[in-house]
């Protein structure tokens, strides 16, 4: 189901009377803050994991 331009400005009026105008700026500011959290933390983990540790066998002795 797809949302028309009645109904998406329709949602964006009701979230607007619901939560202040006044408080969206800032509603999405943090939001924008998490997202950029979240990035940094995977980049951080990313960097941070060990790389895979190839096993030597022992080599074998010839008798």
């Known amino acids: 189901m797809r949302l028309g331009w009645t109904e998406i ?3 964006v009026i009701l979230v607007m009377i ?6 969206i700026p800032g ?3 943090n939001l924008a803050n ?13 960097k941070s994991e060990p790389k895979k540790a190839t096993k ?3 080599a074998k002795k010839k008798k």
């Not at 619901?18 to 408080?23: C, D, E, I, W």
């Open 56 to 58: 030597k066998s022992p």
């Open 27 to 29: 509603m999405m500011r």
């Open 34 to 46: 998490g997202v950029n959290v979240f990035k940094k933390e995977l980049k951080d983990t990313k």
């Open 18 to 23: 619901l939560f202040n105008s006044h408080k």
């Open 9 to 11: 400005i329709l949602i």
